[in-house]
């Protein structure tokens, strides 16, 4: 959500009259999104306030430093002092004001929008991949989340103005839609039926995420559809069906489940047991075979025993998750875990993410190893330049030419369907002699590639390019 935030802030900039700058130190504005969700969060902006500080070399007098995003009033008073404006994320629409009262800034043009700040349109960074926020706030109030404290209740857009914003992204060319919320499976709206006249009480139809999910599936078009996040208490069946149903949307769900211990959950608020989460795991690899599930997870929590870790580790044995973000925990004030004695150990929390990620490594690797051999469609993301001489997000050593010498040669980068790190060479000239690919164009950034898979680490998957023909892995 932060990174669609900051789409967000650009084109308010922008509108402005500002332009990006690359280099920080000849910026006249360097703007800071952070959140409060975690203190490690708050380090690492206060890491960048302290190293972006009038270091512009032409005047260092111009250049001013703002603050914004999802901030605990703690954080805000922590760092007032230190920025020349801080303000709320969802005070974005009033930032031409707030600018103006910076004296250097007091001749820019001022442009006005809606309170609400998903109505200003974003300056999306990439042409080929679109956060696409469908709600923002929380109603859940889970025991160490500042979400609603911070973003307020959940508000959902209308279905016609995401509906129409996809459109416009799939027209432009892109290739991949990701659908963005506190808690998508809650999305509720309206949406007018104008093909509808025989009855006037059925012009106004009420939508969910599922009849959002499907609207969106039905855009013409070649695209894929991911969301985030979910919250297990509220995966219906019908969500599973549809998933499992429209040939648009990936097959991969990220469920937080944070922990693996019942009097855990329920001291999280969390609404549900790991009976029900199991349960549910299960639903969904029955419904969808080849299905990837991520999850996340908090160690530490105030009052967690060894006991109840070793029962967070049973689960990630038994679900075999193929990747999860593991945080250990972090008191935040105006939370209602804020109020429970942080009594685990930092050494200690530091050990039961290494357990964690151990098992997780193990179960990556007999996951992407099931990938062999088959040939998937792969959205290619980046180019790797020449003579890499270190590991990416694969986890996987830089290619040799058998000479002992790093090799020199581009290699393409992508994810599956399944939201698999993919590596693979560009030049089909130093493919097996006699193999013919086919290449999209000189940059085929962007586009979707067939690649076979030839090698598997807990992190990702290697292959090479093939000749087109139909996945063997949806």
Not at 88 to 103: A, F, V
Request: glycine share 4%; with cysteine; hydrophobic share 30%.
């Amino acid at each position: 959500m932060n990174k669609s935030d900051s789409e967000r802030i650009a084109h308010v900039l922008e509108k402005m009259g500002y332009k990006p700058e690359d280099d920080k130190n000849q910026a006249d504005l360097i703007v800071i999104n952070m959140c409060s969700v975690r203190q490690s969060a708050v380090d690492r902006a206060y890491s960048k306030i302290q190293n972006s500080k009038c270091k512009n070399k032409n005047d260092k007098s111009k250049c001013k430093i703002i603050l914004t995003g999802c901030i605990l009033k703690e954080d805000k008073k922590k760092l007032e002092d230190k920025v020349d404006l801080i303000f709320s994320i969802r005070d974005l629409s009033r930032l031409p004001e707030k600018l103006s009262t910076i004296e250097q800034f007091s001749n820019r043009t001022i442009e006005q929008w809606d309170n609400n700040y998903l109505q200003i349109p974003p300056k999306y960074q990439s042409p080929f991949s679109a956060y696409v926020p469908i709600m923002t706030g929380c109603n859940n109030f889970c025991s160490y989340c500042v979400v609603p404290y911070l973003r307020g209740p959940e508000y959902s857009r209308p279905a016609g103005e995401i509906v129409d914003e996809i459109k416009f992204l799939v027209k432009r060319g892109c290739k991949e839609i990701i659908l963005l919320g506190q808690n998508v499976n809650s999305y509720k709206s309206k949406i007018q039926m104008s093909n509808v006249k025989s009855n006037p009480k059925l012009k106004c139809q009420k939508m969910n995420f599922s009849k959002l999910l499907r609207m969106v599936n039905d855009i013409p078009g070649n695209f894929w559809i991911r969301f985030l996040t979910s919250h297990p208490k509220d995966m219906t069946d019908e969500l599973v069906e549809i998933v499992a149903k429209c040939d648009k949307i990936c097959e991969y769900i990220h469920l937080p489940v944070q922990s693996g211990d019942d009097k855990i959950l329920k001291k999280m608020n969390r609404e549900y047991t790991v009976k029900h989460y199991i349960s549910l795991i299960k639903k969904i690899r029955k419904a969808i075979p080849s299905v990837v599930i991520s999850t996340d997870i908090i160690v530490g929590f105030p009052g967690e025993t060894k006991k109840q870790f070793e029962n967070t580790a049973k689960l990630f044995r038994e679900i075999k998750f193929d990747m999860a973000y593991i945080a250990q925990y972090s008191s935040r004030s105006e939370t209602t875990a804020f109020k429970l004695k942080d009594n685990v150990p930092r050494e200690e929390k530091k050990r039961r993410e290494k357990v964690l990620t151990k098992i997780l490594e193990k179960t990556g690797l007999e996951n992407n190893r099931k990938y062999i051999g088959k040939t998937v469609e792969v959205l290619v993301n980046n180019i790797k330049g020449k003579n890499l001489n270190s590991s990416d997000s694969t986890g996987q050593a830089p290619y040799h030419d058998g000479t002992g010498q790093a090799d020199s040669r581009h290699i393409l980068m992508g994810k599956t369907r399944t939201f698999k790190n993919v590596r693979f060479f560009l030049d089909s000239r130093f493919l097996p002699a006699g193999r013919q690919v086919q290449i999209p164009d000189s940059n085929p950034t962007g586009q979707f590639v067939k690649v076979k898979i030839t090698e598997a680490a807990p992190w990702g998957v290697k292959g090479e390019l093939v000749e087109k023909e139909k996945a063997t892995s949806r």
